[in-house]
Nanobody, 116 residues
Framework: VQLQASGGGLVQAGESLRLSCAAS????????MSWYRQAPGKERELVAT???GDPPSVADRFTISRDDAKNMIFLQMNDLKPYDTAVYYC???????????????WGQGTQVTVSS
């Protein structure tokens, strides 16, 4: 199982970015999927979570959405601030095969840098 995050980059304050995360490999089902971020010198923190079948969810300037048919989640980030600068990671709760326990998997992260 692999989680591939993409869409990060360098933007100016006030601009937008859309992050994507795709799950690939062999697995039976995916449960909750989340975005986390980790700024330099800080602990990793939860940004947003979405479960299978949920509609997009808005939290302040960020919107998390999900495409269950493609095993993907997205994070639309608007009006970015310099303090949003961090590595953004996706996380998914995945069952590798029926009858097996579910486990959390992490993507490799995508860098978001917001300049003032």
């Amino acid at each position: 199982v692999q989680l591939q995050a993409s869409g990060g980059g360098l933007v100016q304050a006030g601009e937008s970015l859309r992050l994507s995360c795709a799950a690939s490999g062999r697995f039976a089902s995916i449960g909750v999927m989340s975005w986390y971020r980790q700024a330099p010198g800080k602990e990793r923190e939860l940004v947003a979570t979405i479960n299978k079948g949920d509609p997009p969810s808005v939290a302040d300037r960020f919107t998390i959405s999900r495409d269950d048919a493609k095993n993907m989640i997205f994070l639309q980030m608007n009006d970015l601030k310099p303090y949003d600068t961090a590595v953004y990671y996706c996380n998914a709760y995945i069952r590798r095969a029926w009858g097996r326990d579910m486990s959390y998997y992490w993507g490799q992260g995508t860098q978001v840098t917001v300049s003032s």
